[in-house]
């Protein structure tokens, strides 16, 4: 219920780290330049601002709002009626536990919450609190023929995986593997 | 154009060995690359020369992935899942005359008589490949292959005709919709070209938001062009300008095919200014849509090419005020596919299949609970029986039909006993399904029925828009509903409630898909009474999947006592020693369900 997110996320402050205001600011300026300052190109400026940060922040929505002349509140009403966009911070895998109607049936429920057991991830939350890994429910792949499927892509976008025929026990032990490479991504992104 | 045929015809040089990989979505997920990367490596070191060809999927999904192998003096030999470990023996093998472990040949041939041919198998004999005749065949990103199977020669003869004649073409093929609601293709056509506007626009509707169908998909990554053709054919027939092929992001491969397919029909002249010496001049735009599944609906859809978002009241209609305003048509993926053949092959070619009311082929989706998952074009009026138990093979050993998922969330379930009925249009109406796009999901007997309804339910509403009241609230409602069901709470009032609720609805709903959310309760509902009075009266789930209505135990034998379960237990209903088998004490366990994912040996059984 995307009204309901809506909702929650005007009134909730901003997760996740904030980085400096000229950052979002050039992102912005560019799309504007890009696409001009055009109310109906607005869907294609979130995808590219959702390119740069890997999900809307906050602050670039105000900007994009103020260049734009639209209200905030409007834009916030198209980020959230599509699925591609997303409000909060991913970590540095997001696994998508594909809940198609075959997966479904096949038990995708039942992997999607073994895995955020795994995780130890609390209700309402999505992200792993040491900013691995994300897990979220999407909806069909086209992949059926392999259900229950899962898909896992880098948050950079650089890679992506699928993963077809899955159980529980395999769901786990797939979830720990990409959890212990984001946890070499991030002790990497440390030491430089 | 002529310079095009010949550039066609002069990169034809067949070496002596092809091998075919399918590169699309879904076998591409099942391994398609690393097969790929291993057939390099196989042919360098076995010093062959041979022409690697990247085709599309042919809908077999349970053969993926699967290679090809062609070669002078031996038969074109398809091998089923192969393992990026075994290319190289297969083409070693392939090469010297020994088919062994091969699937199927695609043409007979003297002297290899030990492998069946592509025709024997059912699976694909009793298909009618229509639209998919290339699919999986040709190299989709070429467009020298698609020229070659007759490409572009109906956008040819299409421009040869004055706009009305491609009209009444279309209308005496007798060509329906094939995104949901079949209706008449050319009627649309026919609305949009009377409209005196100086702009309009057709748009191809590639959203394909169902679970459970992917023929959009598969068509569009395997044989784009075809897809294009018949959107440039349906742009000259009401005299638009500028045409949108409308995909979305969560489908990049389909939206970089189609991208590539605008590119090269640019540089051949079947797009751009006066297109082929004519004075028709079109350009189409892939447009990646951000994803809703509500985007399928043509005003929705329009909305989202404008930077909307949601539905809104029709009349009028697309075809009057559409896209800014102006005339619109929309087509799905399979429809305009469709067009292009029509006007390829003729009409009788067309005609000859389907239904009176209903003609030609329509790509079925067969997911679930069978053995042979895939893609299948059958002509319209074919059996579910048909498609369900000869080509998808039926469900695997130990289970058995339920019932037939069929048109997605829109859709409804039809029960095993009315598995003799034709798939066309009205039938599926009248027993409470819709087409849909055409994606059958097959239910077996551990799924319980009220859990399915359950399911749609909730998928439509995280997808309701929000903006009329029907949709927003009565869905909510009807989910409570169901969860009440399941949870063993209901009354029978419940269930009559649900039909009431239900039928309102359906009737009050602004747009489409709140027009069609109640279908899979309704369906159920009235096919499986029964199992639904079993969840209300004797708090009961007979396929034992509504949690609540399950009791949990352990099975000593293959509890190995690691505590897991009772650490992981809310109310501490399971006690039990370290190395001896645990128990559940059923008068505190809430049937949460927490020990039966948590449990690494299996050992947590439902009663």
């Known amino acids: 219920m995307y009204y309901e997110q809506s909702r929650t996320y005007l009134r909730t402050p901003q997760s996740g780290a904030v980085l400096d205001p000229r950052r979002y600011l050039s992102v912005v300026d560019r799309v504007i330049c890009k696409y001009g300052a055009d109310r109906s190109k607005l869907i294609n400026m979130l995808q590219e601002i959702q390119r740069e940060f890997q999900h809307l922040p906050r602050q670039a929505l105000e900007m994009l709002s103020v260049k734009l002349g639209i209200s905030l509140s409007e834009i916030i009403n198209v980020a959230t009626f599509y699925h591609q966009f997303r409000l909060e911070p991913v970590g540095v895998y997001v696994i998508q536990v594909c809940f198609g109607t075959t997966c479904y049936l096949k038990g995708s429920s039942e992997i999607y919450e073994s895995m955020r057991k795994v995780l130890g991830l609390r209700e309402r939350e999505n992200t792993a609190r040491d900013g691995t890994i994300t897990i979220e429910k999407a909806r069909c792949f086209g992949c059926c023929s392999l259900a229950p499927v899962i898909m896992v892509t880098s948050s950079d976008g650089s890679e992506r995986y699928v993963h077809g025929r899955l159980n529980v026990s395999e769901g786990k032990r797939v979830v720990l593997d990409y959890r212990s490479k984001a946890l070499m991504k991030l002790k990497g992104l440390k030491n430089e | 154009m ?267 002249g079947f797009l751009g200014e006066k297109i082929l010496g004519t004075d028709f001049s079109f350009d189409v735009e892939v447009y990646r849509s951000a994803g809703a599944f509500v985007c399928g609906e043509e005003t929705a859809l329009i909305a989202a090419i404008e930077g909307r978002s949601r539905p809104r009241q029709r009349p009028p209609y697309p075809a009057t005020s559409g896209l800014w305003g102006k005339p619109t048509v929309i087509n799905n993926v399979e429809t305009l596919a469709h067009v292009a053949t029509i006007f390829q092959t003729g009409l009788d070619e067309f005609t000859k299949y389907g239904t009176e009311r209903s003609k030609g082929t329509k790509m079925f989706c067969v997911t679930g609970s069978v053995r042979k998952t895939g893609v299948y074009e059958v002509p319209i009026g074919t059996k579910i029986r048909t498609l369900v138990y000869e080509l998808a093979g039926g469900p695997p050993d130990g289970r058995s039909v339920k019932a037939v998922q069929v048109g997605g969330p829109s859709g409804g379930c039809i029960p095993a006993d009315l598995l003799d009925l034709e798939l066309d249009y009205e039938t599926l109406q009248s027993y409470g399904a819709i087409m849909g796009s055409g994606g059958l999901v097959v239910i077996d007997n551990t799924n319980c029925m009220v859990d399915v309804a359950k399911y749609f339910i909730t998928f439509t509403l995280a997808e309701s828009c929000g903006k009329c009241l029907p949709c927003r609230v009565g869905v909510k409602v009807l989910g409570d509903i169901l969860e009440k069901v399941a949870s063993g709470t209901a009354t029978l009032e419940d269930l009559e409630l649900l039909r009431e609720l239900g039928e309102s609805i359906m009737r009050s709903s602004l747009c489409a898909l709140g027009g069609t959310a109640p279908n899979p309760v309704l369906s159920t509902l009235r096919y499986f009474k029964n199992e639904y009075e079993e969840h209300v009266v004797m708090r009961r789930c007979p396929a034992k999947v509504c949690s609540r209505l399950v009791t949990y135990e352990i099975d000593p034998a293959r509890c190995r006592g690691c505590g897991q379960c009772a650490k992981n237990c809310p109310v501490s209903a399971i006690s039990g020693q370290p190395g001896k088998a645990f128990k559940i004490d059923t008068s505190r366990c809430t049937k949460c369900g927490q020990c039966l994912i948590i449990c690494p040996f299996g050992a947590v059984v439902k009663g």
């Open chain 2, 2 to 268: 002529s310079e095009a045929l010949e550039l066609g015809s002069g990169t034809r040089k067949i070496s002596e060995l092809i091998v075919r990989v399918p590169l699309a979505s879904c076998t591409l997920a099942a391994g398609a690359s690393k097969v790929l990367e291993s057939i390099e490596k196989a042919l360098g070191k076995l010093g062959l020369e041979a022409r690697v060809k990247k085709t599309g999927c042919m809908g077999l999904c349970y053969l993926d992935p699967w290679i090809e192998l062609e070669s002078r003096g031996l038969p074109p030999t398809i091998y089923a899942n192969v393992k990026p470990e075994q290319a190289e023996g297969i083409i070693r093998r392939y090469v010297e005359g020994d088919l062994s472990g091969a699937l199927a040949v695609r043409s007979e041939a003297s002297g290899f008589k030990g492998v069946p041919t592509l025709n024997s198998l059912p699976e694909w004999r009793l298909q009618v490949r229509y639209v998919s005749r290339n699919c999986g065949f040709i190299d989709p990103e070429s467009i020298e292959d698609y020229l070659r199977t007759g490409g572009y020669s109906g956008l040819k003869k299409a421009l040869k005709l004055g706009r009305e004649e491609v009209i009444e073409i279309v209308r005496k093929s007798g060509l329906r919709g094939r995104g949901g609601a079949g209706f008449p293709t050319w009627y649309k056509w026919r609305v949009a070209y009377e409209q005196r506007s100086d702009v309009k626009y057709v748009i191809c509707n590639g959203d394909e938001g169902d679970p459970g169908a992917f023929m959009n998909r598969l068509l569009a990554e395997s044989d784009p062009h075809r897809v294009l053709e018949g959107l440039i054919i349906a742009g000259y027939a009401i005299g638009a300008s500028r045409g949108y092929i409308f995909v979305r992001a969560e489908k990049p491969l389909m939206a970089d095919r189609l991208e590539v397919a605008v590119r090269q029909a640019r540089d051949y």
